[in-house]
């Protein structure tokens, strides 16, 4: 028999709703039957006392940027058990933090489809050639097919403007189903929401600043079924930057209109509206912006309540919706026979999000992980 890992006590957010106090059992790397604490042998066993305390499935962020394996550690060490990363780049990155052996679950898109003379285009010639950039939709197509052959977990497209005519980001979502892969598009503007609700996008990452999402857009995200992840922590950080205001001044095609007002109340309406929201930072170090990897997904979460979500809403984007959407069945819930990623917070985050941020436990695929903040690498800008 595995080694079990006995947490009693303890209000559970199972992914849903909170139950009990009641008793969860670890065994090896799944949650095991709650039955199998009744006759264990107390040689083999530990026990944790969760009184005052709740249990939460391991929390997903659903926008990152990792630049090394001692950031992967660190999401970890913060309860951040699975991450989707939005743009490796360079390339040769994606395969030294696939084979990576770390506490975090580690998905990603590779490099994005983006336009070479857009602005992501500006930035992206200090690390990737002309012949990374997708400038029709014959090079769309082959586009789709390299990142499938790199296997890569999900396709992530830029579809700001100015950027790729929307024939070509209509066939980027054509090859990527053909393939069965689910899109992720980089969605900074009202006009870039209405040119990824076009191409049928599955999922939308971030949220305007520039005009509040309204009735029609937020329709048409519903009716087709269209998944939102607002990254409000990087709107936040973007409408505040001094930085960008001057790169703006400098370069008026970099600047924009940044209202993080008009972010939250974006969000608001599509949450009104019962678009589904997940939880995710755009977290990086990029010169520009400093996040903690893991640290930076519970400030997230403030910012969905901020946003008019419930705490027990906020929870769920960062758990059981998180997994829902991306596709992983074994976790972001806590349930016999799914993958043990569980984080024990002391008190009640159901009724005060803040909470998340007290952790006594941490536990990925049964293995208890240390709390510790691990050395930042570097990442990219905003993606």
């Known amino acids: 028999m595995s080694k079990l890992t006995i947490i009693k006590h303890a209000r559970v957010f199972d992914g849903e709703n909170i139950i009990g106090p009641k008793t969860v059992v670890i065994e090896g790397s799944h949650i095991g039957n709650d039955e199998l604490a009744d006759d264990a042998d107390p040689s083999s066993v530990v026990v944790v006392d969760g009184t005052g305390c709740t249990l939460l499935p391991g929390l997903i962020d659903c926008h990152v940027h990792i630049g090394d394996e001692a950031q992967l550690a660190s999401c970890a060490s913060y309860g951040v058990t699975t991450v989707c990363d939005m743009a490796c780049i360079p390339p040769e990155k994606f395969a030294k933090l696939r084979a990576a052996k770390t506490s975090t679950t580690w998905l990603s898109a590779s490099f994005p489809a983006y336009e070479e003379n857009s602005r992501h285009g500006k930035l992206l010639r200090f690390a990737l050639t002309p012949d990374h950039a997708v400038h029709n939709t014959d090079e769309a197509a082959k586009f789709v097919q390299d990142r499938v052959d790199e296997g890569v977990d ?141 640290k930076s997904l519970h400030h997230e979460l403030e910012l969905l309540v901020r946003a008019g979500l419930t705490p027990i809403e906020a929870l769920r984007a960062a758990t059981s919706l998180a997994a829902q959407h991306f596709h992983l069945p074994d976790r972001g819930r806590i349930s016999p026979g799914l993958r043990a990623d569980l984080v024990l917070v002391e008190g009640e985050p159901d009724k005060d999000i803040t909470v998340t941020q007290k952790i006594s436990r941490i536990w990925s695929g049964g293995d208890e992980v240390p709390k510790y903040a691990a050395r930042q690498g570097f990442g990219c800008a905003v993606m």
């Open 154 to 294: 999900y396709v992530k497209i830029i579809a700001d403007a100015p950027g790729h005519d929307q024939a070509v980001l209509d066939r980027i979502q054509v090859e990527a189903r053909k393939h069965g892969k689910m899109t992720v598009a980089h969605t900074a503007q009202y006009q870039a929401f209405e040119r990824g609700l076009h191409a049928d996008f599955d999922i939308l990452t971030h949220v305007p600043m520039d005009k509040a999402l309204d009735d029609d857009v937020v329709g048409k995200m519903i009716s087709q079924k269209t998944v939102a992840v607002p990254t409000l922590m990087m709107m936040e950080a973007m409408a505040n930057s001094w930085i960008l205001w001057g790169i703006g001044r400098i370069l008026p095609s970099m600047g924009g209109a940044r209202s993080f007002q008009v972010a939250l109340d974006s969000v608001t309406a599509m949450r009104n509206a019962g678009v589904p929201i997940l939880a995710g930072t755009d977290m990086n170090n990029s010169g520009i912006f400093t996040m903690v990897a893991g």
